[in-house]
Nanobody
Framework: QLQLVDSGGGLVQPGGSLRLSCAAS??????????IGWFRQAPGKEREGVSC????????VYTNSVKGRFTISRDNTKNTVWLQMNNLKPEDTAVYSC????????????????????????WGQGTQVTVSS
């Protein structure tokens, strides 16, 4: 079951910025109880954990290639998680998806992503990010 809506992707030039959003599709789903992760998959490559945030928002983790450029945040009162992406590079081009899981750590979720998004409790359909001049 999806129940997450991820959006905000698009075509941007190198050095540009995008802000991705991950929201619950049903108001009955309280994302505040879940660790949230952003994942990306480029054609011909394995899915990669980009960034994860703990349920309370106090702990975050980033893959090395995006450190200093991407920022994950959440507002549990709005039931939404964002991924602010700055100084985008062509190698950031991929389909970005968010996923939610209870009772897991940000390290477990991001460092060892599951093979399929459907292996998480909730996931989004993905949004395309293309960085090209």
């Amino acid at each position: 079951q999806l129940q997450l809506v991820d959006s905000g992707g698009g075509l941007v030039q190198p050095g540009g910025s995008l802000r991705l959003s991950c929201a619950a599709s049903e108001h009955t789903l309280d994302l505040g109880a879940y660790t949230i992760g952003w994942f990306r998959q480029a054609p011909g490559k394995e899915r990669e954990g980009v960034s994860c945030i703990s349920s309370g928002g106090g702990n975050t983790v980033y893959t090395n290639s995006v450190k200093g450029r991407f920022t994950i945040s959440r507002d549990n009162t709005k039931n939404t998680v964002w991924l602010q992406m700055n100084n985008l590079k062509p190698e950031d081009t991929a389909v970005y998806s968010c996923a939610a899981e209870r009772l897991t750590t940000i390290q477990a979720m991001c460092v060892q992503p599951r093979k399929y998004l459907s292996d998480y409790q909730f996931w989004g359909q993905g949004t395309q990010v293309t960085v090209s001049s």
